[in-house]
């Protein structure tokens, strides 16, 4: 059960860009075995032999649990690139605040993908667990990269997949990010 007093606050971003992510992230960690190459990482998260389990399983249950609690706000990666400002009010409404609009501006400009990258409290660049000459921890913030990595017979198979794994999931992405072919 969830605890009623703690707001939880759930980002899901669509699965290929999601794998493509994680796929960079391990890449560059030090703390984590190697990833091994594109294609097997991708068949081993399809499989949900992920290091934090299976993606499907994780943004359903979440999603499951935001119908039935109050206190989980779900949100979109997609949704809050396309527009920050309103991503961010819906945010603050369930939060209970009400920033000025001087405060608003300020927020949606920090959170802006560029000055997340160059600011060095959270673009993790003095961790030393991370191998920054492979990959930087924020990398692109790019919707639809997934389309520089994944091949057209890769593409077919994630789909076939993931109709599979999220037929009976009332989850839809805001944006049509999986039928596009690379």
């Given at each position: 059960?969830?605890?009623?007093?703690?707001?939880?606050?759930?980002?899901?971003?669509?699965?290929?860009?999601?794998?493509?992510?994680?796929?960079?992230?391990?890449?560059?960690?030090?703390?984590?075995?190697?990833?091994?190459?594109?294609?097997?990482?991708?068949?081993?998260?399809?499989?949900?032999?992920?290091?934090?389990?299976?993606?499907?399983?994780?943004?359903?249950?979440?999603?499951?649990?935001?119908?039935?609690?109050?206190n989980?706000?779900?949100?979109?990666?997609?949704?809050?690139?396309?527009?920050?400002?309103?991503?961010?009010?819906?945010?603050?409404?369930?939060?209970?605040?009400?920033?000025?609009?001087?405060e608003?501006?300020?927020?949606?400009?920090?959170?802006?993908?560029?000055?997340?990258?160059?600011?060095?409290?959270?673009?993790l660049?003095?961790?030393?667990?991370?191998?920054?000459?492979?990959?930087?921890?924020?990398?692109?913030?790019?919707?639809?990269?997934?389309?520089?990595?994944?091949?057209?017979?890769?593409?077919?198979?994630?789909?076939?997949?993931?109709?599979?794994?999220?037929?009976?999931?009332?989850?839809?992405?805001?944006?049509?990010?999986?039928?596009?072919?690379p």
């Amino acid at each position: 059960m969830l605890f009623t007093w703690v707001k939880i606050v759930y980002v899901a971003r669509n699965a290929k860009d999601s794998v493509v992510s994680y796929y960079h992230f391990e890449r560059m960690t030090v703390i984590f075995p190697e990833p091994g190459d594109w294609d097997s990482y991708l068949k081993r998260f399809m499989a949900g032999k992920m290091m934090f389990g299976s993606w499907y399983d994780h943004v359903n249950n979440w999603w499951k649990r935001k119908q039935s609690y109050s206190n989980v706000h779900f949100m979109f990666y997609e949704d809050l690139i396309e527009n920050t400002g309103r991503e961010i009010e819906k945010l603050s409404t369930f939060l209970g605040l009400s920033p000025s609009s001087e405060e608003m501006e300020r927020i949606i400009d920090l959170v802006q993908f560029d000055k997340m990258k160059t600011n060095n409290n959270i673009n993790l660049s003095g961790f030393p667990g991370m191998n920054f000459k492979v990959s930087s921890f924020i990398r692109k913030g790019k919707v639809g990269d997934w389309k520089n990595h994944f091949t057209v017979a890769q593409n077919e198979e994630f789909e076939e997949d993931y109709k599979i794994k999220m037929k009976n999931s009332t989850l839809k992405f805001p944006i049509k990010v999986l039928t596009e072919n690379p």
